[in-house]
């Protein structure tokens, strides 16, 4: 009888350990780009064909939507965060500094979310996974590179407006303060570079950068600041949008080009060039080499993706990515 309670007892515990390691191997799975190759094969090409269809209809769409996978990985991960609306107990990323009035393209999110459970028939992408691979969609619409998205990302139940504000660069950051950024990411210095290229596409508001373009004398072209200038006053009209570079609608290598010419839009830009550092050989590289830029750009995408996914049992899917289940 003692020996059958030992035994008992033994098998128990072996059945909690390897519970335990089950549980834990499940919590830990690996992303994938072929992870809804069979639950969904539609998802990916919906997706798409959905970011295509808005791009086409706004080209600045596409800055907007690669936009807000950025801030939402540098926020505790890649976990859709950005995308919950506030409530009692979600202090919404929406409200943070770098995102009010600024963070746009939800409403296409919520289009694709409503899409793609209907193709799949049922919420089996996450708004995570929704993020990463319009990011990547919308860069192909403008011209630029693609790349294997990894997925199986889940949606977080929470939100940090204070991580948000603390952890998303800032555009009137300079060079050490950019490194220290990306590093805590796990991103180094080439990263930073490429990333920041992101930037060929889209609008910045001329509240980020009129200390710029009035008070910087060094490493700023003075004609460029007379240009925006023009639209750009010293007071009022701070949602005045001006271009990141000159084809803000085409995936290029004129934004590089820019900040060689001092002509970089953002202090954080300018930044990269212009006073030495570890990313001036960098710039200039990709100034004159598209290939570079676009082979580099997207590994580093990838590994954006990356950050801090929640995969296995950990978070959950949405069924509407503006609030949790």
Not at 62 to 78: E, I, P, T, Y
Request: a positive charge.
């Amino acid at each position: 009888m003692a020996s059958f309670s030992i035994f008992y007892l033994y098998l128990h515990a072996l059945i909690i350990i390897l519970s335990s390691l089950v549980l834990g191997l499940a919590s830990s799975a690996p992303l994938s780009p072929v992870y809804y190759n069979r639950v969904c094969p539609q998802a990916l090409p919906t997706i798409r064909r959905m970011v295509e269809d808005a791009v086409s209809q706004e080209r600045r769409m596409g800055a907007s939507l690669l936009r807000l996978h950025f801030h939402d990985c540098f926020v505790n991960g890649c976990d859709a965060s950005i995308l919950l609306d506030a409530t009692p107990t979600i202090d919404s990323e929406k409200n943070a500094l770098p995102n009010a009035n600024s963070a746009r393209g939800f409403e296409v999110i919520d289009r694709i979310k409503a899409q793609v459970d209907k193709v799949c028939g049922r919420p089996v992408v996450s708004c995570a996974d929704i993020l990463a691979v319009a990011a990547r969609d919308s860069v192909v619409a403008l011209g630029g590179p693609s790349w294997a998205v990894q997925l199986g990302r889940r949606d977080s139940t929470t939100a940090s407006r204070s991580v948000a504000n603390n952890d998303i660069p800032s555009p009137f950051m300079d060079l050490p303060a950019l490194i220290s950024s990306f590093k805590k990411q796990g991103l180094n210095v080439k990263d930073l570079v490429a990333l920041s290229g992101g930037h060929t596409l889209g609008f910045a508001q001329c509240r980020l950068f009129r200390n710029r373009i009035y008070n910087e004398t060094n490493n700023i072209d003075p004609s460029f600041a007379s240009q925006r200038q023009a639209t750009c006053p010293r007071a009022g009209g701070d949602s005045n949008l001006s271009p990141l570079d000159p084809s803000p609608a085409v995936f290029d290598t004129a934004y590089f080009s820019n900040l060689v010419s001092k002509r970089g839009l953002l202090h954080s830009d300018q930044a990269l060039f212009g006073a030495g550092g570890p990313t001036q050989d960098l710039v200039k590289s990709y100034s004159a080499n598209l290939l570079a830029f676009s082979a580099d750009f997207a590994n580093s995408m990838i590994k954006m993706g990356s950050i801090k996914p929640l995969t296995g049992n950990r978070g959950q899917i949405r069924f509407n990515c503006r609030k949790v289940n």
